[in-house]
C-alpha cells in the first residue's frame, strides 16, 4: 500500500527563528502519525531544519533546484549542494516556478531527472489553469505535463517520484477541487503512468492533492481511493494547523 505524504510547502515564509520554532512545536505532535511528513523550506532554512529534524520523523524538502551539477548559474542551487546538507526531498515544476521562473515541462523533466539520479525523491508538480478547466482541457494538460516529466525516467526510477495534482486556479486562493473531482483526475494520472509503465509501477506511485488543503478539509480529500496526501501552502505555515493536517 501507497504511504500517504502531508507536505508543507513555505514558499517564501519563515526566518530561521521561525522554522526553528515551528519545528519544536510540530515534533511531539505528528511523532506517532503513520503518515510520511515533509516540510519543504526555502534554502536559507534548510541546514537548521535539517539539523532539528534528526532522530524524528519529519523530513525536509527544498522547494526547487538547478538540473546542472555546478556552473555559471547565479542564483540557484544543484542537488548535491541540497544532499550536503541532508535534504532528501525536493519540489519540481511548482505551477509558481513555471509562471514566475519560466519554468517548462522540458527543465521539469531535467530537474527530475537529475533529482533521482542523485537520490533525491522530486515532488512534481502539474495542474490545470482555470481557463484550461473551463476549456474542458484538464486532463490533456495533466497528462502533457506527466507524460514529459516521466520521460527517460526508468521503470525502476519512476516509484520513486511523488506526483502533486495542483490545480492552478485552487493554489492559494481558498477554492479547492471538488474531493470527488480531485480524484478523478488523479486516477486519470495514474492511467496514464500505467501506459507509460505498467499498471504495477501506477499503483506504486504516490500522488498528491494540492491546492486550498486544510484543517477542515483535508479528511475528505484523504478519504479518496486514489489520493496519496497533500501539499499544503498557506494551512502549512502554522504549526497547529500542519499537524491537524499530518493527524487529519
Ligand atoms: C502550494 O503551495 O502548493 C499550495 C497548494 O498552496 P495552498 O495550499 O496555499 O493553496
Known amino acids: 500500500m501507497r504511504k500517504p505524504i ?4 513555505w514558499k517564501m515564509h519563515k526566518t530561521v527563528a521561525e522554522g526553528l520554532a515551528f519545528m519544536d ?3 511531539p505532535e505528528v511523532s506517532g502519525t503513520d503518515v510520511e511528513v515533509l516540510v519543504c523550506a526555502p534554502f536559507t532554512l534548510l541546514p537548521s531544519l535539517v539539523e532539528a529534524a ?4 519529519i523530513k525536509i524538502g527544498a522547494q526547487n533546484m538547478h538540473y546542472e551539477d555546478h556552473g555559471a548559474f547565479t542564483g540557484e542551487v544543484s542537488a548535491d549542494m541540497l544532499l550536503d546538507i541532508g535534504v532528501t526531498h525536493v519540489i519540481i515544476g511548482h505551477s509558481e516556478r513555471r509562471q514566475y521562473f519560466a519554468e517548462t515541462d522540458e527543465t521539469v523533466n531535467l530537474k527530475t531527472r537529475k533529482a533521482l539520479s542523485k537520490g533525491l525523491t522530486p515532488v512534481v508538480c502539474c ?8 476549456a474542458g482541457e484538464t486532463k490533456t494538460v495533466c497528462k502533457t505535463q506527466i507524460v514529459k516529466a516521466f520521460e527517460n525516467i526508468s521503470l525502476a526510477d519512476a516509484s520513486k517520484v511523488v506526483v502533486a495534482y495542483e490545480p492552478i486556479w485552487a493554489i ?6 471538488s474531493s470527488k473531482d480531485a ?10 503512468l500505467a501506459a507509460l509503465y505498467s499498471t504495477e509501477v501506477s499503483e506504486e506511485i504516490r500522488i498528491q492533492y494540492g491546492g486550498s488543503v486544510k484543517p477542515a478539509n483535508v479528511e475528505e480529500i484523504m478519504n479518496e481511493t486514489d489520493i496519496d496526501g497533500a501539499l499544503v501552502g498557506g494551512a502549512s505555515l502554522e504549526a497547529d494547523s500542519f499537524v491537524q493536517l499530518v493527524n487529519f
Open 6 to 9: 502531508i507536505a508543507g510547502n
Open 25 to 27: 512545536a510540530i515534533k
Open 54 to 57: 534528526k532522530g524524528t520523523n
Open 127 to 134: 495542474g490545470e489553469s482555470l481557463e484550461q478547466r473551463e
Open 172 to 177: 492559494g486562493t481558498g477554492k479547492t477541487s
Open 183 to 192: 480524484n478523478d483526475v488523479i486516477a486519470y494520472i495514474r492511467e496514464v
